[in-house]
């Protein structure tokens, strides 16, 4: 083994990979915020189509400068367009229900991926779910009931309809892994499956947005520095160091890091926002961070159980 390989795969999470993982998930609860301001300037459908394009188009010319190969023949195109649709169900899901709930509310359930993934992994993958994980899913299943059941932190009588909305992102998000792991695009590489959902995004958003209604609402200095920063930043900056760091390190010690987002995008809503946060959305949150932190712990033992 060569001194570079050495340097580039890891045994163990270190400080490089700490500061990083704080930095990403810092930035991915900043982004409810972003699309949030966004959404006041521009049409979800719009803002889909910008996204993609402009992060698509950075990702690209990254894999043209590091000398990546795209468009090899191996087999991936039909379930790659498959995982493009969920990734694209879930962000026009998510930009809609922005328009009727908070960024603090809508982040969480966004976030509540994870279980989704354990749940589906269990039944359609033969990934068992220990007694540990099971307890972490009834806690983040508790979180979720109490963000339904918070009226004072809802913006008004139709946030149920972007809570529903935000939820059924996450599931979209989980499906979209389920895709992945379970089909030849687990063997893909991160910036192939990244394109594939960057492009189906921009042609199905480019498709609705003639339907969707005006795609600029009032297109202020924030709103446009909101989408440019979650087009630039967010898309084709943080996924590529996430993606570095998947290379780099072990997943399952960077995975328990992934709690911190919801946290964040709760702190932001708040103070960014000045989204009323009142006591169950802090103890939901208090609920989906410890389930998150037992369904990524790595025990010594896993003890199975049967569902």
Same mark, same amino acid.
């Given at each position: 083994?060569?001194?570079?390989?050495?340097?580039?795969?890891?045994? /163990?999470?270190? *400080? $490089?990979? @700490?500061?990083? +993982?704080?930095?990403?998930? %810092?930035?991915? =609860?900043?982004?409810g915020?972003?699309?949030?301001?966004?959404?006041?300037?521009?049409?979800?459908?719009?803002?889909?189509?910008?996204?993609?394009?402009?992060?698509?188009?950075?990702?690209?010319?990254?894999?043209?400068?590091?000398?990546?190969?795209l468009?090899?023949?191996d087999?991936?195109?039909?379930?790659g367009?498959?995982?493009?649709?969920l990734?694209?169900?879930?962000?026009?899901?998510i930009?809609?229900?922005?328009?009727?709930?908070?960024? /603090?509310?809508? *982040? $969480?359930? @966004?976030?509540? +991926?994870?279980?989704?993934? %354990?749940?589906? =992994?269990?039944?359609?993958?033969?990934?068992?779910?220990?007694?540990?994980?099971?307890?972490?899913?009834?806690?983040?299943?508790?979180?979720?009931?109490?963000?339904?059941?918070?009226?004072?932190?809802?913006?008004?009588?139709?946030?149920?309809?972007?809570?529903?909305?935000?939820?059924?992102?996450?599931?979209?998000?989980?499906?979209?892994?389920?895709?992945?792991?379970?089909?030849?695009?687990?063997?893909?590489?991160?910036?192939k499956l990244?394109?594939?959902?960057?492009?189906?995004?921009?042609?199905?958003?480019?498709?609705?947005?003639?339907?969707? =209604?005006?795609?600029?609402?009032?297109?202020?200095?924030?709103?446009?520095?909101?989408?440019?920063?979650?087009?630039?930043?967010?898309?084709?900056?943080?996924?590529?160091?996430?993606?570095?760091?998947?290379?780099?390190?072990?997943?399952?010690?960077?995975?328990?890091?992934?709690?911190?987002?919801?946290?964040?995008?709760?702190?932001?809503?708040?103070?960014?926002?000045?989204?009323?946060?009142?006591?169950?959305?802090?103890m939901?949150?208090?609920?989906?961070?410890?389930?998150?932190?037992?369904?990524?712990?790595?025990?010594r033992?896993?003890?199975?159980?049967?569902?």
């Amino acid at each position: 083994m060569t001194t570079a390989s050495a340097v580039q795969r890891r045994d /163990a999470v270190d *400080t $490089l990979a @700490v500061a990083v +993982m704080i930095g990403l998930t %810092l930035s991915w =609860g900043l982004n409810g915020v972003a699309a949030k301001l966004s959404n006041t300037g521009y049409s979800p459908v719009f803002l889909t189509l910008a996204r993609s394009v402009v992060g698509g188009g950075m990702v690209f010319l990254w894999c043209r400068w590091r000398g990546i190969r795209l468009f090899e023949r191996d087999g991936t195109l039909w379930v790659g367009l498959l995982a493009g649709l969920l990734f694209t169900l879930e962000f026009l899901l998510i930009f809609v229900g922005l328009d009727y709930t908070s960024a /603090a509310r809508s *982040t $969480l359930l @966004v976030n509540s +991926m994870p279980f989704w993934v %354990l749940v589906g =992994g269990h039944f359609f993958l033969g990934e068992t779910i220990s007694l540990r994980k099971f307890i972490g899913l009834v806690l983040a299943f508790a979180g979720l009931v109490l963000v339904f059941s918070d009226r004072l932190s809802r913006p008004g009588p139709e946030a149920l309809t972007g809570d529903m909305m935000s939820l059924a992102a996450g599931l979209a998000w989980a499906a979209t892994i389920m895709v992945i792991k379970g089909t030849r695009l687990a063997h893909a590489g991160a910036e192939k499956l990244l394109l594939y959902q960057l492009g189906v995004a921009a042609v199905v958003a480019a498709l609705l947005l003639p339907v969707s =209604g005006p795609a600029i609402r009032d297109a202020n200095s924030v709103a446009t520095l909101a989408l440019i920063f979650q087009s630039v930043y967010i898309v084709a900056i943080t996924y590529v160091l996430w993606f570095w760091l998947m290379r780099h390190y072990p997943a399952s010690g960077l995975a328990s890091f992934t709690f911190l987002t919801p946290a964040f995008g709760v702190l932001f809503a708040g103070l960014i926002l000045g989204e009323p946060l009142g006591l169950l959305i802090l103890m939901s949150l208090v609920l989906i961070a410890a389930g998150l932190v037992l369904v990524n712990r790595s025990p010594r033992r896993p003890t199975p159980i049967g569902l």
